[in-house]
């Protein structure tokens, strides 16, 4: 199951890369239609935003299996592996309960925009759950890494964060 998760949010991760080089294609593309030939689209600015929301949460899982977080170490751990393991606990317990808060508020607007019918304001009109839906979906995705990573630094096989790999002191 850990493998699948780690799978998972690798394949989420680049998704996420394609997603941010299309935005980079679709704002290209509306330059040139604005600037070159005076006719702006009224797709470009929604899409991109659409695929920017959905892009920035499939790819949290990702950077958390990698330790790409940002890191403020206050307690020193070099040269500590229990205590290591137990701060590592911590911040882990601590991102799956916003995690989990997360992913439960957000599948409420989900259904509340469902319910509801909501729209966005654009002459687009999307419905406004395919964009919400990027908040459960993808702090589920975080959960259920969180749970993955917590059972790998327990095994003895979790990534060290950030500097920590190769021996560096950082902060403290």
């Known amino acids: 199951m850990i493998r699948f998760i780690d ?3 690798a394949w989420m991760a680049k998704l996420a890369t394609w997603m941010f080089f299309a935005i980079g294609l679709m704002v290209t593309w509306e330059v040139v239609t604005r600037k070159v030939f005076n006719s702006p689209t009224i797709w470009v600015d929604e899409t991109a935003r659409f695929f920017q929301v959905w892009a920035v949460y499939l790819a949290t899982a990702h950077i958390l299996k990698n330790r790409d977080l940002i890191v403020v170490e ?5 040269g500590h592996p229990l205590r ?3 701060l590592d606990s911590l911040m882990l317990a601590i991102i799956g309960l916003f995690a ?4 439960w508020h957000g599948a409420g607007i989900v259904a ?3 319910r509801m019918g909501r729209h966005t304001s ?3 009109g999307v419905p406004k759950w395919m ?3 990027a908040i459960p979906a993808g702090f589920g995705l975080l959960l259920a890494q969180v749970a993955a990573e917590f059972v790998k ?3 003895g096989s979790a990534i060290p964060a950030q500097g920590h790999a190769s021996g560096e002191q950082t902060g403290g």
């Open 100 to 103: 989990f808060i997360a992913m």
């Open 74 to 78: 206050i307690v020193p751990v070099q």
């Open 7 to 9: 799978r998972l949010s």
């Open 153 to 155: 630094l327990w095994r």
């Open 131 to 133: 964009t919400e839906s």
């Open 122 to 124: 654009t002459m687009l």
């Open 112 to 114: 509340e925009s469902i």
């Open 84 to 86: 290591r393991k137990v």
